[in-house]
């Protein structure tokens, strides 16, 4: 059996899904989420903030719904969000 993951609106029935991993800990499904950062001690650190704003940014939004993955908006994020990005993002602790 398998089962898609990619859907916030089938939250409630994913977590109806358990799994006992190797280590004998259980999981519960939950929609896919991914999360995007550019180390501080990157090399080119403004290419770094350009990507992140082009995964993030409308347009991103749209390649990631058009690919099957609805994005999180406003993307989340937490710590040292760079100047240019925070308008694409909501601050959580």
Known sequence: PSIN???VRYESTYAKV???ISNGTTQTAAPIAYGITV????QNK?????YVE???????Q?????MGQPPTVPALGS?????????YVEMID
């Open 5 to 7: 993951l990619k859907d």
């Open 18 to 20: 358990k799994v006992i």
């Open 39 to 42: 180390p501080k001690n990157a």
């Open 46 to 50: 403004d290419l770094g903030i350009k």
């Open 54 to 60: 082009q995964v993030i940014n409308e347009n991103g």
């Open 62 to 66: 749209k390649i990631f719904r058009d």
């Open 79 to 87: 710590g040292n969000i760079p100047e240019q990005l925070k308008k």
